[in-house]
C-alpha cells in the first residue's frame, strides 16, 4: 500500500497496524462479544451537539481563463495509433485511427542477450515436441530456452553455421537447420550432422518443413525445393512446373496441398504431381511470398515482402494493408493463437486479426522490438516474436495493460478512480492532479488548471453532474463547466485533509477528514467529531446501504453504523477484524464487505438489517472474517470491487485477487486468483485512496498500482488466458557428488561417439576437455556404468553407481516457459524416501548416503496459476531408476572374507581359551580324579555290565525268537507226525483184533476165514508201513530244518518250500489256536528253477511271514466277528525277469501307511504285549536280503484291506 495522505495519517495506520490482534479465520471466531456503544446524537448535551459550519466564499477559477493569473487550458494527450509509412495517421474507411493495442502498454516480456540468448538478432524461432523454444539467430548460432535455462549451441558443439535463416522439428524428434552459409545441420540431441553444398543446396535455406506424409521439404534461394522422404533429396524446381526457384516460404493446407512462397514467381500450388500457380496477376498482393499460414476456419494467409497480406478463402485473394490495420507491409510469419486470433509479424510491429478487427502493438505497446521475423505459439498459448536486432518479447495474455505518464496520465500513481455519467474516466493522481480518460486520449487538470491540489485521493459526481475532488492536505475541489470552486480550511473546513466523498440517495455529500465527517446538504454544512459521537476522527471511508444507512470506516476506531439519529460502534470487542476500517462495500445481495488491516470482516444482508436487534451471546458471532489463513494472499485490504456473479475482487499490498464467494458451503472462498508481479501480472501493491479500484460500465477493472512502472493497471478478466492442459515435468540433469558431469565422456569409447563426447562437453562444461582432463574424469568416476544416454538432456539411463559415488543431484523441470515460478512439485526417490516430499517450487532434489540397492527417482508438477480445474492438477510422475552397489566391505566377496578370516581368528582364540581352560580344569581334575577314580571304575564296571546285559538280552530275545519259530514249527511237526501215527495206532488195534479172530478161525479150523483175516491184517501192516514212513520222513525233515544256519547253500525247489512252509505255520497256529480256521491257498508255477540257499534260513523266513498273515486275518474275524467274511492266505510263485518271485497275500487287518516303513525294524511290533518279541520280519528281511533277494510290501487299511509281500530271490544268489 502506497499511503499518501499526511505524516499523522501513515503514522496512526503504522501503529495501528503494528498492533494488530492475532489473525483468525471464520472458522475459529473469537467469542465473548460484548454490544456495540451506542451513542443517540440527541442525548449528548449541548456542547457536544454537531456543529453547523459557515463556510466562507470559495476560490474559483475557470481552466483556460487568466484570472487567478496562472490558469491554463488542461493538457490533452491522444492515445498512440498506427502510422503510414509517411508519418501520417492511418486511417480506415470511416476516416478513424487504429488505436494501437488497448492504448497502453500490453503484457509484454522481454528476453535478450541480458537474459541468456547468444544474442539479439533472431531470424526464426520452434517449439519442440518437449515444449521448448528454439531461436536461429543471425550469427549467435542456436538457442534452446526450457523457461530458465538457455542452451545455446555454435560450430563449437557442431552446426554447420551460425547464421540460421530456418528451423524446424520432424516427426522423429530430429531439429532441422537451415543456414546462410550453404549448409543445412540436423540435431538429433546428441550431435550435429550436416549437410554440405550439392547435398541439399548451395544456397540460403529459407524455409524446412514437414508434410503430414513425413516428407522433408526444404526452400532455397535459387536452387528450388528439395525434396527429402529420409533417403535421398530430390530437387524440384521451374522446370518441373514451380513458379519460381527462391523458395522463401512451404506449407501444407488441411486438403494435403503444398503451397510454395517463392521470392519473385507468387506461390506455387503442389498437388504432389503437378504445381498450380498464383501471382499478382490472379489478385495475390505481391510476388514475394515469405508466409503462409491456414487459420482454423480455413482462410489461407500470404505475407508478402512490402505488398502486405493475401487472404484467400479457396475462390478470391483479398488484399490487406496498413490501410486496414495492418501495421506493415512486410509479413514474415503467420501464426493463430489459441483464442484463434490470427497474428502477423511485420517490420513495424506485429497485428492481431480479431475476425472483426485488426489491431497493432509495436515498442509503444511494450514490444521489444518493431521489426518481426518471427511469431511462434508455445504449449500453453504464450506468443513468442522474434525481433532483428532487439530480442524476443514474450506475449503472455491480453488481459492487462498499464497505462503511465507515458500514454498520458497526469501521474504514474493513481490514488482514485471514478466514471461520470458519460462514460468518462476520471483518475486521481498522487503528484499530478487529475486526468479525464475517454478511451482514446488522456485530458490532464492540475493545480496550474486550477485544481486545489496534485493529490487526488477521491472523486465524485454528484446528482448534478459536479465533479467533487477531495485533495489530501488541500481541501475540496467541484469541477464544474470548465471551473473549479476549491474550499479548504480558509473558508471554514475543520481539515485539508480529505479521504472520503459519498453522495447520499437523498443528495447529501459526506465528506470523510481527518479530523471527522462534514456533511453538505445543500451548502449547509455540519460537522461530526469524535465528541458528536464519532468512534475516531480519521475517516478514511464512507458508504451508504441500501437502507439508507451511513456506514463509516476508520482508523483505530473501527467500523460505524449511524442512521441520522444514533451511532452504532462496531471493533475487534464486537467480531471485527480489525479497529481500522480501510474500505466498506455493500454488494447486490445487501452483504457488507469491510476491508480491515487484519482480513475482510463479512456482515450478512439477515446481521446487517437486525443488527439492532442483535443478541451477543458469545455463540454466534456477528461477523464473518478471512484473511490469509482463508487463501486471500495479504491481510491488509485496501480496495474491494464487486464483479457481479457472486464473484469478488479485493486489492491488497499484494496486488488484486477475484475469488467467488458461497455464503453457504463450507468453503466460503472459492477459485481465488491473484495478480501480482510474482505470479507474472504488471500489478504489483495496490493504493489505497477511495476507489482506488474500480469496475467501469464496460466490465473492466482498473486499479491504481503503488508502483511507477506499473502505473494504473487495466484488468479484462475476460480475456484472462487460462492453462488448459498440464505441463509436462522432465528431468533435465543429474550431477554425482554435486559435480556436473558429461556422461557421454565416461561412456565406452567408440568412433561414432566422438562428436557426442565433445558436443556434450561443450554444453555441459562449456568448454572441451583434454585428454588428461578426461583420463582425470574416467578415474575419478570409475566404476560408474549405464545403457545409453537420453537425448537432448543428457541422462544416464540405466544407472549403476558405486558406493563411493552415491551422493546424487537431481535437476528437473517442465514445459511452462512463461511462468515457471508457479510451477510446484513434489518428488520421492523409492527405496529412499517412505512418502512424497512436500510440496515444493524448487527445481533440484539432493540425496545424499544412499545405502546400495535399487532405486526410482519419481517427480510429478502441477501448476499454480490461472488454469481450468483439471490443468491445475498434479500430473502423471515421470522415473528415473539407478542403482547404488554396496561398498567393498559389504560386497558378498567381503563377506566370504570376513567368514574366513572369523574362522582363522576364531581358531587359534578357540584354542588358546580351550588350552587355558583345559590347564585350569586339569587342576581342579587332579584335586577330582583320585576322589572319584572308584566311582568313574564303578560307573565302568557298571556300563560293561550294563552292556552286557543288553548283549544277552538281545541274544534271548533273538533265541526266544527262534524258539518260538521252533516251537511254531514243532507244534507243526507234531500235528503232522499224530497223523500218522494215529493210523499206525489204529491199524495195529484192529489187526491186533483180526489175529485175535483170526486165532479163534484156526482153532475153529476155518481156514479159509483164516486166510481172509490174514490178508486183512497183511494190508493193515502195509498201512501201517506207509504211515511209519511218513512219519519218519517229517522227522527226517524236522532234522534237517533243525541244522544250524550256518550250514551250506544247496540248490532247492523254491515250490516244495513255499508248500511245507505255509502247512507248518498253517498247523502251528492251528495247535495254539483250536477254533482256528482259515483257508490257505497255493499257486505255485510248475517246472521253476532251483535256486541256490540255506533251507532252513528260507523255510524259517517264509513261515515268520505266514504267521503274521494268518495272525492278519485271525485278528480281522475277531474284529468282525459273525459274518461271512471268509480269511483266505495265498501264496503263490512265478518266474520273472533274474530271478523268482514269491507272493504271500492275504486279507486281513492290513498295515498302517505310518507303520510300513518300521516292520523290518528290530523288536518293532503291532501285536499285544507278550505276543510277539518284533524280530520276525526283521529277521526274514535279513535272510531275504543276504541272498541279494529284496521283499516289497503292499498293504491297505481302509477298502478291500489286506497285505501283499513280495519276495524276491535271485536265481543264481551265490552272486
Known amino acids: 500500500m502506497r499511503s499518501l495522505i499526511t505524516f499523522s495519517f501513515v503514522f496512526l495506520f503504522g501503529l495501528v497496524a503494528c498492533n494488530q490482534e492475532e489473525k483468525t479465520s471464520n472458522q475459529n471466531p473469537i467469542g465473548n462479544w460484548s454490544p456495540p456503544e451506542k451513542i443517540v446524537v440527541s442525548e449528548l448535551p449541548a456542547e457536544k451537539q454537531p456543529q453547523i459550519i459557515q463556510m466562507g466564499a470559495p476560490e474559483v477559477k475557470r481552466v483556460g481563463g487568466n484570472r487567478g493569473g496562472n490558469i491554463l487550458p488542461p493538457i490533452k494527450k491522444d492515445l498512440l495509433t498506427l ?50 523454444i528454439w531461436f536461429g539467430t543471425n550469427g549467435g548460432g542456436l538457442s534452446r530456452y526450457d523457461g530458465v535455462d538457455f542452451t545455446n549451441y555454435t560450430g563449437n558443439q557442431g552446426l554447420g553455421s551460425p547464421s540460421i535463416r530456418s528451423i524446424n522439428e520432424d516427426s522423429k524428434g530430429n531439429i532441422w537447420i537451415g543456414t546462410a552459409d550453404k549448409v543445412v545441420s540436423k540435431f538429433d540431441g546428441r550431435t550435429f550432422k550436416n549437410f554440405y553444398g550439392d547435398q541439399i543446396s548451395n544456397e540460403v535455406v529459407y524455409s524446412i518443413y514437414e508434410d503430414s506424409k513425413g516428407i522433408l521439404w526444404f526452400g532455397t534461394d535459387g536452387e528450388g525445393l528439395v525434396k527429402y522422404d529420409g533417403n535421398e533429396f530430390e530437387k524440384i524446381t521451374t522446370e518441373d512446373g514451380l513458379a519460381h526457384n527462391s523458395v522463401i516460404s512451404i506449407f501444407e493446407d488441411k486438403d494435403g496441398y503444398l503451397w510454395v512462397g517463392t521470392s519473385g514467381g507468387g506461390v506455387s500450388k503442389y498437388n504432389g504431381e503437378s504445381f498450380e500457380n498464383f501471382d499478382t496477376s490472379n489478385g495475390l498482393a505481391g510476388n514475394r511470398v515469405r508466409s503462409i499460414f491456414q487459420d482454423s476456419k480455413g482462410i489461407i494467409w500470404f505475407g508478402t515482402l512490402g505488398t502486405g497480406v493475401s487472404k484467400y478463402d479457396g475462390q478470391n485473394f483479398q488484399t490487406i494493408g496498413i490501410d486496414d490495420g495492418l501495421a506493415g507491409m512486410v509479413v514474415r510469419s503467420i501464426n493463430e493463437d489459441h483464442e484463434n486470433n490470427v497474428w502477423f509479424a511485420t517490420e513495424y510491429g506485429v ?46 495474455g491480453m488481459s492487462f495493460t498499464n497505462f503511465t505518464a507515458q500514454q498520458g496520465l497526469s501521474g504514474n500513481i493513481v490514488l482514485s478512480i471514478m466514471e461520470d455519467s458519460t462514460g468518462d474516466l476520471w483518475f486521481g493522481t498522487v503528484d499530478g492532479g487529475l486526468s479525464k480518460f475517454d478511451g482514446k486520449s488522456f485530458v490532464s487538470y492540475t493545480q496550474s488548471q486550477g485544481l486545489a491540489g496534485e493529490i487526488a485521493y477521491c472523486i465524485l459526481e454528484d446528482s448534478s453532474g459536479k465533479i467533487w475532488i477531495g485533495a489530501a492536505g488541500d481541501g475540496i475541489s467541484i469541477f464544474d463547466s470548465n471551473t473549479f470552486t476549491n474550499y479548504s480550511s480558509d473558508q471554514g473546513l475543520p481539515t485539508n485533509e480529505i479521504y472520503s466523498l459519498v453522495e447520499s440517495r437523498d443528495g447529501k455529500i459526506w465528506i470523510g477528514t481527518d479530523a471527522g465527517i462534514l456533511i453538505n446538504d445543500n451548502g449547509v454544512y455540519t460537522y461530526y467529531s469524535e465528541e458528536n459521537g464519532l468512534s475516531s476522527n480519521n475517516i478514511v471511508s464512507i458508504t451508504e446501504d441500501s437502507d439508507g444507512i451511513i456506514w463509516i470506516g476508520s482508523l483505530g476506531g473501527g467500523l460505524t453504523r449511524f442512521d441520522g439519529k444514533t451511532f452504532l460502534h462496531f471493533t475487534i470487542d464486537q467480531g471485527l477484524a480489525d479497529s481500522s476500517v480501510l474500505r466498506i462495500k455493500e454488494d447486490s445481495n445487501g452483504n457488507l464487505w469491510v476491508g480491515t488491516a487484519n482480513g475482510i470482516s463479512f456482515l450478512t444482508e439477515e446481521n446487517r438489517k437486525n443488527i439492532i436487534s442483535w443478541k451477543y451471546n458469545g455463540e454466534t458471532p456477528l461477523f464473518q472474517t478471512f484473511n ?31 475469488f467467488y464467494f458461497y455464503q453457504d458451503s463450507s468453503k466460503n472462498i472459492q477459485e481465488l486468483e491473484t495478480y501480482h508481479s510474482d505470479t507474472g501480472y504488471p500489478v504489483k501493491d495496490l493504493t489505497d485512496g477511495q476507489d482506488g479500484m474500480f469496475l467501469d460500465s464496460k466490465g473492466i477493472l482498473w486499479a491504481g498500482t503503488g508502483s511507477v512502472k506499473t502505473g494504473l493497471a487495466r484488468l479484462d478478466l475476460s480475456k484472462v488466458s487460462k492453462n488448459t492442459s498440464k505441463p509436462t515435468p522432465l528431468i533435465k540433469q543429474v550431477r554425482i557428488n554435486e559435480e556436473i558431469i558429461p556422461w557421454y565422456t565416461l561412456a565406452p569409447e567408440s568412433s561414432e561417439d566422438a562428436f557426442e563426447k565433445v558436443t556434450d562437453q561443450l554444453i555441459t562444461l562449456e568448454r572441451r576437455l583434454d585428454e588428461n582432463e578426461e583420463l582425470e574424469l574416467k578415474e575419478k568416476f570409475k566404476g560408474i556404468s549405464f545403457d545409453n544416454i537420453q537425448p537432448f538432456f543428457p541422462i544416464p539411463l540405466g544407472l549403476t553407481l558405486p558406493y563411493q559415488h552415491n551422493h546424487l543431484n537431481i535437476e528437473y523441470g517442465t514445459n511452462e516457459l512463461a511462468r515457471p515460478f508457479l510451477i510446484e512439485y513434489q518428488y520421492i526417490l523409492e527405496g529412499y524416501d517412505t512418502d512424497w516430499s512436500p510440496v515444493l517450487k524448487r527445481t533440484s532434489a539432493t540425496f545424499g548416503n544412499i545405502h546400495e540397492g535399487d532405486y526410482t527417482f519419481k517427480i510429478r508438477a502441477r501448476y499454480t496459476g490461472t488454469s481450468t480445474e483439471e490443468a491445475s492438477e498434479w500430473t502423471e510422475p515421470i522415473e528415473f531408476s539407478f542403482t547404488v552397489l554396496p561398498p567393498w566391505y559389504r560386497s558378498w566377496w567381503a563377506y566370504l572374507v570376513y567368514g574366513v578370516l572369523i574362522l582363522w581368528l576364531l581358531y587359534p582364540i578357540n584354542l588358546y581359551l580351550k588350552n587355558r581352560l583345559l590347564k585350569a580344569e586339569r587342576e581342579k581334575a587332579k584335586e577330582r ?28 530275545l533273538i533265541q526266544a525268537e527262534k524258539m518260538a519259530s521252533l516251537g511254531e514249527l514243532t507244534a507243526g511237526i507234531a500235528h503232522e507226525i499224530q497223523n500218522p501215527l494215529n493210523f499206525v495206532k489204529n491199524f495195529s488195534e484192529v489187526s491186533h483184533e483180526l489175529v485175535d479172530e483170526m486165532n479163534e478161525e484156526i482153532q475153529a479150523g476155518d481156514f479159509e476165514e483164516a486166510k481172509l483175516l490174514a490178508k486183512d491184517i497183511q494190508d ?17 525233515a524236522m532234522l534237517q530244518h533243525s541244522k544250524a544256519t550256518v550250514g551250506t547253500k544247496e540248490l532247492v525247489d523254491i515250490n516244495a518250500i513255499c508248500d511245507e512252509s505255509i502247512r507248518l505255520s498253517y498247523h502251528g497256529v492251528r495247535a495254539k489256536e483250536k477254533d482256528f480256521s482259515v483257508e490257505y491257498k497255493t499257486d505255485l508255477e510248475p517246472n ?74 528290530p523288536f518293532f511290533t503291532t501285536k499285544p504285549t507278550g505276543q510277539g518279541t518284533g524280530l520276525g520280519l526283521s529277521l526274514s528281511y535279513d535272510i531275504i536280503k543276504s541272498y541279494s533277494g529284496d521283499i516289497r510290501v503292499k498293504s491297505s487299511t481302509e477298502e478291500n484291506p489286506g497285505t501283499i509281500f513280495t519276495i524276491f530271490l535271485p536265481i543264481n544268489s551265490s552272486s
Not at 476516416?95 to 502498454?105: F, H, K, N, V
Not at 513261515?1103 to 486275518?1113: K, L, Y
Open 628 to 658: 490469509s489463513q482463508d487463501g486471500l494472499p495479504d491481510d491488509t485490504i485496501l480496495q474491494i470491487v464487486e464483479l457481479g456473479n457472486g464473484q469478488m475482487a479485493i486489492g491488497t499490498n499484494e496486488g488484486i485477487s477475484t
Open 1088 to 1161: 521253476l528253477p532251483q535256486v541256490e540257499v540255506i533251507r532252513q534260513e528260507l523255510v524259517r523266513a517264509l513261515i515268520n511271514m505266514c504267521n503274521n498273515a494268518f495272525f492278519a486275518v485271525n485278528e480281522r474275524v475277531h474284529q468282525l466277528g459273525n459274518t461271512d467274511f471268509k480269511p483266505v492266505v495265498s501264496i503263490s510263485t512265478k518266474k520273472t525277469l533274474g530271478g523268482i518271485e514269491i507272493e504271500l497275500a492275504d486279507n486281513g487287518v492290513g498295515i498302517k501307511k505310518d507303520v510300513i516303513e518300521k516292520i523290518f525294524q
Open 929 to 956: 580324579e583320585l576322589e572319584h577314580a572308584k566311582q568313574i571304575e564303578k560307573a565302568y564296571t557298571d556300563l560293561e555290565s550294563a552292556h552286557e546285559n543288553l548283549k544277552s538280552t538281545q541274544s534271548q
Open 1020 to 1036: 493193515n501192516l502195509d498201512r501201517i508201513s506207509t504211515h511209519s514212513m511218513r512219519a519218519d520222513a517229517i522227522v527226517k
Open 351 to 396: 497485428t492481431k486479426w480479431t475476425g472483426k478487427d485488426f489491431i497493432s502493438y509495436t515498442t509503444e505497446q511494450g514490444l521489444v522490438g518493431n521489426n518481426v521475423y518471427d511469431l511462434t505459439i508455445d504449449d500453453f498459448g504464450k506468443i513468442w516474436f522474434s525481433t532483428d536486432g532487439s530480442g524476443v518479447s514474450r506475449l503472455d
Open 83 to 132: 502510422q503510414e509509412y509517411d508519418g501520417s495517421m492511418a486511417l480506415n474507411a470511416l476516416g478513424q485511427p487504429y488505436l494501437l493495442g488497448d492504448g497502453g502498454i500490453a503484457q509484454f516480456k522481454k528476453i535478450t542477450s541480458d537474459e541468456g540468448l547468444p544474442m539479439d538478432g533472431i531470424y526464426c524461432a520452434m517449439v519442440d515436441s518437449r515444449g521448448h
